[in-house]
């Protein structure tokens, strides 16, 4: 009988790139549950801000190895355990989730599977390099700004981050705890929905497939490469989508969110910052300082767009259920690359990176990262955003069924890079 | 962010100023970006 574990640490062992992906592994693992889920026997590693029992919860950073392991697994950890899912390990990330790049300087930048050269994204980045390289099917990340989203599109996986609330963050590491959700990369739709429902998220029927879908225009769907683009109008005219939307909250919803990250992240890891900073990273260490710059009023006005926005669900995307979008402008940048340009605009690589999906954080909406069925010129694959109103968290992973089906959506694995 | 810093009890090294301070003027950026969304500054 083939043992699945057996067989991912196989294709994990023979890849050149696999030494940054696990910070613990737990190889050994297997799974007592009688389960008939589809997750049955099913290997899963999370992302290192989990909890997991005997393994550390170091959310990819140095600082917080005090030498201890997690008693318990987190709920979210547990409720795959339960379907019958084996964890076999925790994967590497941004440090305490904070960035779009994938850089780790402690336990080594995770590289894009599709090209070493390149970002595999974050912060979620060795959840979707290892699933991009076909390793295994299915890894768990977190999405504060775009973390599940970012590195999905880069690494050319599905990646969904359900409606705010809608999965415990127990026992897992926060950034910022009014913009964090936890949620899976797959390398199908089949397994994002298992996951997404053993992990409690109300995925519903998949037969009722009908929505209102529009494309965005302007911001942030403005400036992005070609390729991108086209990929965009092409996922949208499968849809049926209607007539273009442009949504006038967006510039203030991306600054909330980047307020509130900054302000609650410093007042989260306020004790590493003040008696361990060497161990933080340099960039690290500078935006938890600036965070603590940010007062409480600015955090109130913050919460205020997010509470007027979200006081009016129906008309949060003038009329649509849906929105269509590039998950990231680009695809995958170049490691040694600090700033892009659009339309004339200059852009750090940070920016760029989380441009598309941070907006769409503060409100709480659930989406999904659809890889584009085509790579671009540079072999790179492209990740488009299917937004949906709060709460319509079936009908996202039901509209990326019907764009696997139709052929223009599948991940692209590249195992053996 | 000096005086946040110090008002938390920390120091920040003469050669990590210029980073954590161009960190701070994102979010300052982003500030004025919610003032011009929501009208007015808040502070009164």
């Known amino acids: ?417 | 962010v000096l005086a946040a810093a110090s008002a938390a009890g920390m120091t920040i090294p003469a050669d990590e100023i210029d980073v954590a301070a161009g960190q701070f003027n994102i979010l300052a950026v982003a500030r004025t970006a919610i003032d011009q969304w929501l009208g007015g500054s808040g502070d009164d």
């Open chain 1, 1 to 417: 009988m083939i043992d699945p574990v057996a067989e991912a640490r196989a294709r994990f062992d023979a890849r050149p790139d696999n030494s940054s992906w696990m910070i613990d592994a737990s190889w050994d693992t297997t799974s007592t549950s009688t389960s008939a889920s589809p997750l049955h026997g099913l290997p899963i590693a999370v992302k290192s801000n989990y909890a997991v029992a005997g393994l550390r919860t170091l959310a990819g950073s140095a600082a917080r190895d005090d030498g201890t392991v997690a008693e318990f697994d987190c709920p979210a950890v547990a409720a795959l355990r339960t379907a019958g899912a084996v964890i076999v390990g925790t994967l590497n990330m941004n440090e305490l989730a904070y960035g779009f790049t994938g850089v780790n300087r402690c336990f080594g930048d995770v590289v894009n599977p599709h090209d070493a050269d390149r970002v595999a994204g974050g912060s979620s980045s060795a959840s979707a390099a290892i699933v991009g390289a076909g390793v295994l099917d299915a890894a768990l990340g977190t999405d504060t700004n775009g973390s599940i989203r970012v590195p999905a599109a880069l690494c050319g996986v599905w990646g969904f981050r359900p409606s705010s609330g809608s999965v415990s963050t127990e026992g897992i590491v926060p950034l910022a705890q009014t913009l964090d959700v936890p949620g899976p990369l797959t390398r199908n739709v089949d397994l994002l929905r298992a996951i997404a429902t053993a992990l409690g998220v109300d995925t519903g029927a998949t037969a009722h497939v009908s929505a209102r879908v529009a494309m965005l225009r302007g911001f942030p769907a403005h400036g992005a490469q070609p390729a991108v683009t086209a990929a965009v109008a092409r996922v949208a005219k499968v849809l049926g989508a209607g007539p273009t939307v442009e949504l006038d909250w967006t510039a203030a919803a991306r600054a909330a969110s980047q307020v509130l990250t900054g302000f609650e992240a410093a007042r989260n890891h306020r004790a590493l910052l003040a008696q361990r900073p060497e161990r933080l990273e340099p960039l690290t260490r500078a935006r938890l300082r600036a965070g603590l710059a940010v007062d409480d009023r600015w955090a109130q006005r913050a919460f205020e767009v997010r509470d007027r926005l979200r006081s009016d669900p129906d008309g949060m995307f003038d009329g649509a259920d849906v929105i269509v979008l590039a998950s990231v402008a680009m695809t995958a940048p170049r490691r040694d690359t600090e700033f892009v340009e659009f339309d004339g605009t200059q852009e750090s690589v940070n920016a760029a990176l989380g441009r598309c999906t941070s907006p769409f954080s503060l409100v709480g909406a659930p989406v999904v990262s659809v890889p584009f069925s085509e790579l671009d010129d540079n072999g790179l694959p492209i990740g488009i955003q299917l937004v949906g109103r709060p709460g319509l968290d079936a009908l996202v992973l039901a509209l990326a069924r019907v764009l696997e089906d139709d052929g223009i959506a599948a991940a692209q694995v590249r195992p053996g890079a």
